[in-house]
T-cell receptor
């Protein structure tokens, strides 16, 4: 089954404690992205990657890092999380030349 | 830069009512347009799309027509069901490049029996 898998789905952490949200897709897609969803602000892109070792900033990259060492994986790293990074995070992938985005189920992150 | 503006919600309708959710966009070139739906507790999934002017996307009774002259892509359904309750997102992307997409703020629809 074609899917985008993110982990963890739910996490409560403390300010400053580094965390990583993993994302994996099994569709051999070139493009992968991270979004955050906040009430009243819709879906905002954090980072995206067009292929292995190629990443670029989205609209709200501050406080986040990403890496794309393998085509299937695109982890999101919060080096020093802060409460304003409490949000619902979505990983997504799409194929080069295609229009449709496939989303993971989301990761609820709370930073206290 | 590109932007998408959606009708503000929340929207509450009775079952079998007619639904319209407005969406307008600003973009350079000729983007592809999408509606995504997010059911409670789930990720977003593609509802329908249109890739060029005057195209009509349709799925599950929902329709939207790509109107270049009015830069709009309004979502419509003739008779909504309780199961249509969800958050609906309008989005655009460059042709053939969904890697860099722009989303609207989302519109929450609640359908009551």
């Amino acid at each position: 089954e074609a899917q985008v898998t993110q982990n963890p789905r739910y996490l409560i952490t403390v300010t400053g404690k580094k965390l990583t949200v993993t994302c994996s897709q099994n569709m051999n897609h070139e493009y992968m992205s991270w979004y955050r969803q906040d009430p009243g602000l819709g879906l905002r892109q954090i980072y995206y990657s067009m292929n292995v070792e190629v990443t670029d900033k989205g609209d709200v990259p501050e406080g986040y890092k990403v890496s794309r060492k393998e085509k299937r994986n695109f982890p999101l790293i919060l080096e020093s999380p802060s409460p304003n990074q409490t949000s619902l995070y979505f990983c997504a992938s799409s194929a080069q030349g295609e229009n449709t985005i496939y989303f993971g189920e989301g990761s609820w992150l709370t930073v206290v | 830069g590109d932007s998408v503006t959606q009708m503000e919600g929340p929207v509450t309708l009775s079952e079998e009512a007619f639904l319209t959710i407005n969406c307008t966009y600003t973009a350079t070139g000729y983007p592809s347009l999408f509606w995504y739906v997010q059911y409670p507790g789930e990720g977003l999934q593609l509802l329908l799309k249109a890739t060029k002017a005057d195209d009509k996307g349709s799925n599950k009774g929902f329709e939207a027509t790509y109107r270049k002259e009015t830069t709009s892509f309004h979502l419509e359904k003739g008779s909504v069901q309780v199961s249509d309750s969800a958050v609906y997102f309008c989005a655009l992307s460059d042709q053939g490049n969904a890697g860099k997409s722009t989303f609207g703020d989302g519109t929450t629809l609640t359908v009551k029996p």
